[in-house]
C-alpha cells in the first residue's frame, strides 16, 4: 500500500474534518454524514486536480523531455520519476539506433553497388546514389513507386514475377548511350517478411575487357596465320620445285617480308604490353620538340625514300615549328613512337609526290598541338570513331600491303592517354588531319621563336 497510504490518509482526515465540523455545529446525524461527503467531494475535486496538472505535464513532456514534474503527491511523484527513467532510457536507444542507421546509410552511400531497399509490394523504400546513378533514379521523387514502373526492362520484370532471384540479371541502364554504355550486373535478395535487397554492379568495363580479349586473340590468331601460311607454302615451294635463281630470289624475298610483317606484329604487341602494364610517366622527365621534330623528320625522309626507290620523286614533306623551344612533359621514347606513327600512316597512305605537312603550336592557354596533314584519298565518315581500335582497317589489303600491323593507332591511342594528350580526326575527301592536343601543365617554355617552316620539293624528298 505505500504511495497509496498517504492519499487513503488525506481522503480520511477531510472526511473526519467534516464530521467534527458537524459535531461542533451541532447539525444532527443528517448534517454530519453531509458534512463527511462534502469533505469527501473536496477530496476529490483536489485529487482531479492534481490529476490534471500530472496529465498536463505527460503531455508536455512528449515535446520537452527534461520537463521537471510538478510537485504532486507521492504517489504521483514516483510515477513521474519512472517515466522520466524511462523515456531517457528510451531516448538514448532511439539515439543509438539512429546512430547505427545514420552509420548503415552513409556505408551503403559509399558502396560502389547500387543498392535499393523493396517493399512487399516491390515499391521503393530507398537507395543509394550509385543506384540513382545507374537506373536514373531520384532519391526523393521515386520513393513509394514501384520498380517494375520505373524500370520495364523484360528480364527483370519476368524475375519479380517468378520471384526467381537465383540468378543475376544482365541488363542495360536507361542512361546507356552508344557513345556511353552502361551494362549492370542486377540480384535480388529477399529479406524480412517480402522485402527485397536490389543490388547492381557495373559490368561495363568487364564486359568491354572481355569482348577486347576475344577479338584480340582472334585478331592475333589470324594476323600471325596468314603470314605463317604464306612462309609454310613458300617452303614448300623451295622443298618440292626446282627453281632457278631468279624463282628462288624472289620466293625469298616474299618470305622475307612475311617474316619482317610477323616481326612487326610482335614488337608492336609488346608495345602494346609495356605501355598497358607501366605507369604513366610523370612531369619529372622533359621532352625537347626541337630535338623530337628534328628525328621525325629524318625518319619520315627515310621512310618516303624507301617506298619511292630510286627512280621516283617521295612525297612533299613541310615541317613547321622546327625551331620551336618548348618541351613535353614525358616519355621521350614513347612521344617520338606515336608521332611517328602518326607521320607513318600519312606517308603510306599517302600517293607518292602527295604533301604532307608536320606541325607544333602553342595555343592561348599554353598547351600546345601537334598535327599530321595531308593530301591523300581521306577516309570515310563512319571509320573515324574506330580508327584508334585494334586492327581495325579501313581496308585490309591494302593496309597489309603497306606493312602496316593495324596496332600504330592504338599505339598512338595509349601513349597520348599516359600523357594527358586528347587526338582528333578530321578527314575531308582531298585529305586527313590528326591533330594531337596536349594540356598546359604538359608544356612547357616559350612558343615558336618565328614562324618558319622548311620545304622540300618532291625531286629532292630522296
Sequence with gaps: MG??????????ALMAGGAVFAALTKSGFGGVALNIVAGALIWLLWDNWRA??????????RDDPGTKPPKLDSLRQEFAERIQRLLRKQNLETEELENRLHNLQSALQASPNGVVI???????????????????????????????????????????????????????????????????????????????????????????????????VANVSHEIRTPLTVLAGFVETLQTL?????????????????????????????????????????????????????????????????LAGQDAPGHELIFEGMDATDEIAGSESELHSAFFNLINNAIRYTPLGGKIVVSWQTQINRGACFSVKDNGPGIAPEHLSRLTERFYRIDSDRSRASGGTGLGLSIVKHVLQRHDATLSIDSTPSGACF????????????????????????DKAG
Design 52 to 61: 490534471q496538472t500530472f496529465a498536463d505535464w505527460l503531455l508536455h513532456l
Design 242 to 306: 626446282p627453281l632457278n635463281d631468279a624463282e628462288r630470289a624472289d620466293v625469298l624475298h616474299r618470305m622475307a617480308q612475311q617474316a619482317g610483317r610477323m616481326k612487326n606484329l610482335v614488337d608492336d604487341l609488346l608495345t602494346l604490353s609495356r605501355l598497358e602494364g607501366s605507369a604513366p610517366p610523370g612531369i619529372e622527365e622533359w621532352a625537347p620538340i626541337r630535338v623530337l621534330l628534328e628525328r621525325l623528320d629524318l625518319d619520315a625522309r627515310a621512310l618516303s625514300a624507301y
Design 3 to 12: 504511495p497509496l497510504l498517504p492519499r487513503l490518509v488525506s481522503l480520511l
Design 118 to 216: 523493396l517493399d512487399e509490394q516491390e515499391c521503393i523504400k530507398w537507395c543509394n546514389r550509385t543506384a540513382c546513378e545507374h537506373y536514373g533514379l531520384n532519391s526523393q521523387r521515386d520513393l513509394s513507386q514501384r520498380i517494375t514502373h520505373l524500370l520495364r526492362t523484360p528480364a527483370l520484370v519476368k524475375s519479380l514475377a517468378a520471384r526467381d532471384f537465383d540468378k543475376a540479371i544482365t541488363l542495360e541502364s536507361p542512361l546507356s548511350t552508344p557513345s556511353n554504355p552502361l551494362r549492370l550486373e542486377v540480384r535480388f535478395l529477399p529479406y524480412g517478411q517480402g522485402r527485397l535487397l536490389m543490388l547492381s554492379r557495373d559490368i561495363t568495363a568487364i564486359e568491354q575487357a572481355e569482348t577486347m580479349r576475344r577479338d584480340f
Design 435 to 458: 591533330t594531337v592536343t596536349f594540356p598546359a601543365a604538359r608544356v612547357r617554355a616559350g612558343g615558336p621563336e618565328t614562324s618558319s617552316a622548311r620545304e622540300i620539293s618532291p
